[in-house]
Nanobody
Framework: QVQLVESGGGLVQHGGSLRLSCAASGFTFDYYNTGWFRQAPGKGREGISCISPSDGSTYYADSVKGRFTSSRDDAKNTVYLQMNSLKPEDTAVYFC??????????????WGQGTQVTVSS
């Protein structure tokens, strides 16, 4: 079955950096787009990235563009999210998932348990 296991979250100060990892199994990883979404307390889900296996082209939400970088290592079935210049409003649980284009946005399927990122002011 599809499994995605996120790691790398934690507590960081405003302006700091974190690198999240997501190990995938149970599907042919290099056939699928893989991305990240987040959910903050009391807020809805926000899709923040989706990276293609074919050419590495990546969608980023405006809220993270220029600060976050997603990458993937198909040999390791792993996707990463490098987060720089973190802000308190980035505080959320971060999930990795298979992702796909859906009209003007993206949909996320089969996510993991999530990893908490907390940015202190």
């Amino acid at each position: 079955q599809v499994q995605l296991v996120e790691s790398g979250g934690g507590l960081v100060q405003h302006g700091g950096s974190l690198r999240l990892s997501c190990a995938a199994s149970g599907f042919t990883f290099d056939y699928y787009n893989t991305g990240w979404f987040r959910q903050a307390p009391g807020k809805g889900r926000e899709g923040i990235s989706c990276i293609s296996p074919s050419d590495g082209s990546t969608y980023y939400a405006d809220s993270v563009k220029g600060r976050f970088t997603s990458s993937r290592d198909d040999a390791k079935n792993t996707v990463y999210l490098q987060m720089n210049s973190l802000k308190p409003e980035d505080t959320a649980v971060y999930f990795c998932a298979q992702c796909r284009r859906d009209g003007l946005g993206y949909k996320y399927d089969y996510w993991g348990q999530g990893t908490q990122v907390t940015v202190s002011s």
